[in-house]
T-cell receptor, first 112, second 114 residues
Framework: QKEVEQDPGPLSVPEGAIVSLNCTYSNSAFQYFMWYRQYSRKGPELLMYTYSSGNKEDGRFTAQVDKSSKYISLFIRDSQPSDSATYLCAMSSGGGADGLTFGKGTHLIIQP | GAGVSQSPSNKVTEKGKDVELRCDPISGHTALYWYRQSLGQGLEFLIYFQGNSAPDKSGLPSDRFSAERTGGSVSTLTIQRTQQEDSAVYLC????????????FGQGTRLTVV
């Protein structure tokens, strides 16, 4: 079992839809959770950062962490064609030695 | 600069040559990370620095890979005797601290070994 599982997609939804992206993980030591957006041929761009369980909202984006289920989610409201990208979840125990552990990314397509 | 800067953005090299990749982190960030992203693959963690020190080098793929950081700032990743399987995007990230702070990535260096 990989440490972080993420459905690679592609996930295709119409413009304006609510998008739900998810990751599951196995390492209970993970405490810090991040979502990155990566456009083609660009570096990952940090979208959301959360610590431990709970919700965090930033504009159209909401991140949820459920440590009891080892499950994290990113919701995108009122999706736009410009949201089309690969979304990577990342997590860390905070120790640094193993850096961030990433999912393989979900390729999201927003249809105009 | 405002963000993490990597150079070159693209590098084509012949098999067997050495290459040096450079990362200039966000000013004041003490932690620096190198990752490799191959086509269709996730991000593979290579090494991290806390200041100028890299406590664990076991993530480097082979002894042809080395990395250093000087002055708590710029880092270089060197690949000796490049092989075709080294072709990938090499990404650098930095964060304020190692423990539990957001990591910000550069644009990457796309390395092609021919």
């Amino acid at each position: 079992q990989k440490e972080v599982e993420q459905d690679p997609g592609p996930l295709s939804v119409p413009e304006g839809a609510i998008v739900s992206l998810n990751c599951t993980y196995s390492n209970s030591a993970f405490q810090y959770f991040m979502w990155y957006r990566q456009y083609s041929r660009k570096g990952p761009e940090l979208l959301m950062y959360t610590y431990s369980s709970g919700n965090k909202e930033d504009g159209r984006f909401t991140a949820q962490v459920d440590k009891s289920s080892k499950y994290i989610s990113l919701f995108i409201r009122d999706s736009q064609p410009s949201d089309s990208a690969t979304y990577l979840c990342a997590m860390s125990s905070g120790g640094g030695a193993d850096g961030l552990t990433f999912g393989k990314g979900t390729h999201l397509i927003i249809q105009p | 600069g405002a963000g993490v800067s990597q150079s070159p953005s693209n590098k084509v090299t012949e098999k067997g040559k050495d290459v040096e990749l450079r990362c200039d982190p966000i000013s004041g960030h003490t932690a620096l990370y190198w990752y490799r992203q191959s086509l269709g693959q996730g991000l593979e963690f290579l090494i991290y620095f806390q200041g100028n020190s890299a406590p664990d080098k076991s993530g480097l793929p082979s002894d042809r890979f080395s990395a250093e950081r000087t002055g708590g700032s710029v880092s270089t990743l060197t690949i000796q005797r490049t092989q075709q399987e080294d072709s990938a995007v090499y990404l650098c990230a930095s964060s304020l601290e190692v423990r539990g702070t957001e990591a910000f990535f550069g644009q990457g260096t796309r390395l092609t070994v021919v």
